[in-house]
């Protein structure tokens, strides 16, 4: 809303030469805007000094109604007694010049006082002068002070003395504020310390605060989960860093990672020894010809062989330097000759006919297979 009433109240030294009133409108106008106005405030017309408008504020504040004040004087009802600059007040009253913040003693309709803080505006209403007084309850702000004051120490107390390791960063430099205990506690350094300290200072970041790196003053380097978080203190806005160690945890998960991957090799030799107890109760005589072997080509009896030693099909291309393709086809007729269909079924198989041992194949050596031409 962007008319001359809002002006009376955004100008902070209007005069009354500037505030010019043509119409009733703006009269009507005048009165929302002291209604909507957020602090008490009273008009009081300086031709007679009598009151021609107030809020609910100040009514509010009063205890009071409308007959209290509309049409009564100055005299009557005085809302600059006890100011302690009375003669300057009632000369800037007089010349309808503003009225600093001073402080005075609200006479109230049960005969109480309230000690306040008055300010004048000299404004003109149907081109009359008036002065709008506006009222600030002293002991109502003082409480909300004390409020604010505990808020404040119970928050800087709760940051201090929390078991998250936290610190406060200003954006506008990047620049540590402050850094609660247990922060401190864990990277070695105190408060003073890392006040002032840049978050791009490779000292304590070597990777930047974002990477989660944190450089103790000892030198020893801490992985930490980190997250930030916008925070505002005084109407200003700050960066929130909270830092949660898991340096232990990522060795933790590492070793873990490394003995399932023990476990799994372990298990290989495990299942070889397994299949070879099974193959010895199942043994063929060793006169009989194994069943079936003679069916394999050398290649397939390679493919075999490699099967026995646990090999899978990526390994098996390697060490005979041929593609991933032709080893699945290979795998496939196996399969197909042998009559299984799994890895370890085929194991199984050709150790119950004494083949994986070495005793029935030659040794595997990389490459094609050698072409070997008959002689008419």
Known sequence: MTNDCLDIFTRPHHTLAS??????????RLECSIESHPAPAIVCGLRDLRYVMVNRRFLALTDSADEDWLRRSMYERNILEGVANYAAVKRALVDAQTIPQTRASLAMPDGTSRPV?????????????????TLTDIEAWQQTER??????????TAFATSTACMMIVDPAD??????????CSLIGYSRSDLSGRSTDDIEIWPSGIASGFVRTKCGQRLECRISEATIMIADKAYALW?????????IDERN????????????????????????????????????????????????????CEGMDDKTMARTLNVSGNTVRNHVARVYSKIGV?????????????????GADRKTLLPGPVPVVTLQP
């Open 242 to 250: 909270t830092f949660q160690d898991v340096t232990n945890r990522r």
């Open 147 to 156: 409020h604010y004051d505990q808020l404040r120490t119970s928050v800087e």
């Open 341 to 357: 269909n799994r890895r370890v079924a085929a194991a199984a198989w050709a150790r119950a006919r004494g083949f994986g041992d």
């Open 256 to 307: 873990l990672a490394a003995a399932i991957e023990a476990t799994i090799a372990e298990s290989k030799w495990l299942s070889h020894a397994i299949l070879d107890n099974l193959a010895l109760q199942s043994e063929p005589p060793r006169d009989v010809t194994p069943s079936g072997l003679n069916d394999l080509t050398a290649r397939e009896r390679d493919v075999l062989a490699l099967i």
């Open 19 to 28: 505030t010019v009133w043509h119409a009733p409108d703006r009269i009507a």
């Open 117 to 133: 803080i008055v300010t004048g505006q000299p404004i003109t209403v149907a081109g009359q002068p008036c002065m709008l007084f």
């Open 174 to 183: 990047n620049f540590v504020t402050v850094a609660n205990d247990s922060f």
